[in-house]
C-alpha cells in the first residue's frame, strides 16, 4: 500500500515514548522508524493528519519533531521535521 511511497528503508524496533500534540501527552510505542518518519502505536483519539507533534523517547534520549501523515485506528504515521 504506501510501501511503495516510502523513500527510506524502515527499522522495526518497540520503543516506549511520549506523543506530544499541543497541551496532550499520551502514551506511544515507536514501531518502525527512518531517517525520514515513524509508525506509532497510540491512542489516536482527536489526531488527524498536518497536525505537528513532538516525541520523546526517554530511553534513547531522543526527541522527533514531526507531522502527521497518516492516522488509523490505533496507529499514526509520523514524517520528521527535525530532531534534537
Avoid at 524502515?10 to 527512518?34: N, Y
Avoid at 523517547?57 to 526527541?63: A, D, F, G, P, V
Wanted: hydrophobic share 35%.
Amino acid at each position: 500500500m504506501l510501501e511503495e511511497a516510502r523513500v527510506f528503508p524502515r527499522r522495526r524496533c518497540k520503543w516506549p515514548g511520549i506523543l506530544k500534540q499541543e497541551a496532550t501527552h499520551r502514551p506511544c510505542v515507536v514501531e518502525d522508524i527512518s531517517v525520514g518518519g515513524c509508525r506509532v502505536a497510540t491512542n489516536t483519539k482527536d489526531l488527524k493528519p498536518k497536525q505537528r507533534i513532538t516525541i520523546e523517547i526517554e530511553s534513547r534520549k531522543l526527541r522527533f519533531y514531526g507531522e502527521l501523515r497518516w492516522v488509523r485506528s490505533g496507529e499514526a504515521g509520523v514524517e520528521f521535521l527535525y530532531m534534537d
